[in-house]
């Protein structure tokens, strides 16, 4: 999905992502509900990990999915799906989510 250009919004990057790794009742949220619906919070990141952004810089709240060494793959950042770091400036501090399926 990196280099997507199309206009996917980050929560349709993640849902797609949940549904290629199995989880079966994987469906669009907004970037709040995940952890919720999803699993829980942690402070021990692991590649696979969702992370949400309270205010994604622009005054709304971004999803991303953690890959590990500090970098995430974030659905419409600029415009396209990218690898980025996972910590963005003016996003708010990142809070990684533990999947469990």
Do not use: K
Request: proline share 3%.
């Amino acid at each position: 999905m990196v280099g997507v250009t199309d206009g996917q919004w980050c929560t349709q990057v993640v849902q797609q992502a949940l549904a290629g790794a199995g989880v079966s009742d994987a469906y669009q949220l907004w970037p709040d509900q995940y952890a919720d619906q999803y699993g829980y919070y942690t402070d021990t990141p692991q590649a696979g990990n969702l992370i949400y952004y309270n205010n994604g810089g622009r005054g709304v709240d971004h999803i991303a999915i953690y890959i590990g060494d500090g970098q995430a793959v974030h659905g419409n950042y600029e415009g396209q799906t990218v690898i980025a770091g996972a910590y963005l400036e003016n996003f708010g501090l990142p809070q990684y989510i533990q999947v469990q399926r």
